[in-house]
């Protein structure tokens, strides 16, 4: 299979899969649209309980469950503290292993 092919199937693949699941949503979307109707200030223990309530997906719940604890003032504040916590993972993830030299 030469690469124009390979592209031409991972493109049909990719549409098939977006037909079936719909696009892909930001991480400030589907946030927003997991803590629908929250009133601030809301510890991380209470953000999980409202996601729960609002039957958000697998993956909010998890990145909500991994928020430090503590209250958050807002949607905004929750994004940004999961945006950071994101960005530093990648950060660790790029970093090379440490090798002992002798």
Do not use: K, Y
Request: hydrophobic share 45%.
């Amino acid at each position: 299979m030469n690469d124009d092919m390979t592209r031409e199937r991972l493109a049909q693949g990719v549409s098939e899969l977006e037909a079936r699941v719909g696009q892909p949503q930001p991480l400030a979307r589907a946030v927003h649209d997991a803590l629908l109707g929250a009133v601030f200030p809301l510890s991380s223990q209470e953000l999980s309980w409202v996601a729960r309530e609002n039957e958000a997906p697998p993956m909010v719940l998890s990145l909500l469950g991994g928020l430090p604890r503590g209250d958050f003032a807002s949607v905004d504040s929750v994004t940004v503290a999961l945006e950071g916590a994101l960005s530093s993972e990648d950060a660790v993830a790029a970093q090379p292993p440490n090798v002992p030299t002798r």
